[in-house]
């Protein structure tokens, strides 16, 4: 796992209704926890069982829950279960909280030992309400304990990513380029989130460039970037430079990073950057990323944020790419109509410049921004260009998704799966053929519509479920998602064809 996401340490404690019996509560948290111990997850089971209408009964669970040093909390409704006291604990505890409930084994149950939680379960939920408790609520919470143990695992996820963002600053280089407000967008949402953010200027990071030149570790640096690139490793002499800008940064996030657990990166990366660095930072970015720690282009906060989401929903590498271009006809007929399920509008290409991992890319190779090369060197040979990481994006399940802050500083995101296709692009940079049901309506009523930024985060998986879980978690009430045919977007035109 990468040290800049957090690590889930899970507990769960029962509540049991006075006028049911107690030991249905034990025995049937008991049971979740074996089950989920056979599936291989470290859980804390906290004895104490919280009553009804006994205050005195959540204090000390609570102080049970504080020495068991957990940071995600599963409250079980063992039968019915007693309504204050179960969201109190809640409220006391402060971290990320689920709440699941026990379905009945069996007929013999059903005579004197039946536990209601199912009834419970409703009663739990319009409490937390009433507490003003964002809770974790299973999409059917009741079941037998494997079955609850499934929830869990499934939350589990998601709980390391509200514990990531509570803890999260962002670091940024820059200003974002005049030709480039896209990327401009109200940050304010953000520290209602929790994040915290620190700005800074270009001069600052060239003043720390500089300072680190000849820095002893360059050498090791430039060996892991060899190892790395292996055949790849097109264009070697600009890689002292790239070392010297990654110990820059590294160093900065370690300088820089205050009371916040993790970090990210939205730097500036054109068009000064060329002229006053010597070189392009892609690569670099691309590596950062690969650690867990996403530096997003163009000094896009929203797309580093969105990026550290899927890396703590996945635990892996995730990367950050324009929804760039139309996939032409002739590409069209020749390697996707008939071979994959998607009409001709609903596959584009994804693109950046190279800060992909190359853990993602089918074969990465150093090479150089060829738009910056014309217009900074007039197509000669690259020096001042180079940097990029190019190749073609792996093919496989993927995620799209963004979180961003409106026009009127309110969050909003969307979230659509869909694949990248085994298809060559024949194209530069980090690029891949990307295929997302209903793309073109999507693009139209959502993006379009919702005023999104041509940039998007990409998770490789599919992981819609959880991340659409921790938005609506974060008070998102606008979560979009590429919508089937068969139900329209509010602003569709019904007589459209």
Not at 126 to 151: C, F, Q, R, W
Not at 469 to 476: A, F, M
Request: aromatic share 10%; net charge negative; charged share 20%.
């Amino acid at each position: 796992m990468f040290n800049n996401i957090p690590e889930v340490k899970l507990g769960i404690i029962a509540v049991s209704r006075d006028c049911f019996p107690i030991d249905l509560a034990q025995r049937r948290r008991a049971a979740v926890v074996k089950a989920l111990k056979a599936k291989g997850v470290k859980v804390a089971e906290i004895k104490t069982i919280i009553e009804g209408g006994i205050d005195q009964n959540v204090l000390e669970a609570y102080e049970e829950i504080k020495k068991s040093k957990i940071n995600a909390l599963v409250v079980f409704l063992g039968n019915f279960g007693p309504e204050g006291p179960e969201t109190a604990i809640a409220k006391m505890f402060g971290g990320p909280v689920m709440y699941a409930a026990a379905a009945e084994e069996n007929i013999k149950v059903l005579s004197s030992d039946r536990g209601d939680a199912f009834c419970g379960m409703l009663n739990a939920s319009y409490n937390l309400k009433l507490s003003g408790i964002n809770a974790y609520i299973p999409e059917y919470p009741v079941g037998t304990a494997p079955e609850v143990a499934d929830m869990i695992i499934d939350w589990l996820p998601v709980a390391r990513t509200l514990l990531g963002l509570k803890d999260l600053k962002i670091i940024t280089f820059g200003p974002r380029p005049f030709d480039f407000l896209a990327c401009n967008a109200p940050i304010a949402p953000l520290f209602k989130l929790g994040v915290n953010i620190q700005e800074n200027s270009e001069l600052d990071l060239l003043k720390a460039y500089k300072e680190h030149a000849n820095d002893p570790r360059i050498p090791d640096k430039i060996k892991e970037m060899e190892d790395e690139l292996a055949e790849g490793n097109k264009m070697p002499g600009i890689l002292p430079r790239l070392a010297q800008y990654e110990l820059t940064l590294l160093d900065w996030i370690e300088a820089n990073r205050g009371a916040a657990k993790y970090v990210v990166m939205a730097n500036k990366c054109w068009p000064a950057f060329q002229t006053e660095f010597g070189f392009v930072p892609c690569y670099v970015n691309s590596r950062l990323t690969a650690m867990g720690i996403p530096v997003a282009c163009e000094v896009d906060i929203y797309g580093a944020l969105s990026e550290y989401i899927g890396t703590c929903i996945t635990g892996q590498s995730v990367t950050l790419l324009d929804i760039n271009n139309t996939v032409p006809a002739d590409m069209y007929k020749e390697s996707i109509g008939g071979k994959f399920p998607y009409r001709a509008n609903e596959v584009f290409m994804g693109f950046h410049c190279g800060n992909t991992p190359i853990c993602r890319l089918v074969k990465g190779k150093m090479s150089y921004q060829l738009i910056m090369n014309r217009g900074l060197e007039g197509g000669g040979t690259p020096d001042i260009t180079r940097g990029t990481l190019e190749g073609d994006i792996a093919p496989g399940a993927i995620t799209f998704f963004r979180l961003q802050g409106n026009k009127d500083s309110v969050l909003q995101a969307y979230v659509a799966q869909g694949e990248v296709l085994p298809v060559a692009t024949q194209s530069f940079g980090g690029i891949g053929v990307f295929g997302i049901p209903e793309m073109n309506r999507f693009y139209r009523h959502v993006l379009i519509e919702g005023g999104y930024p041509h940039h998007g985060a990409v998770a490789f998986g599919h992981v819609g479920k959880q991340i659409f879980d921790v938005l609506k978690l974060l008070g998102i009430e606008k979560v979009s998602y590429n919508q089937p045919a068969s139900l329209p977007y509010p602003s569709e035109n019904p007589f459209a064809k």
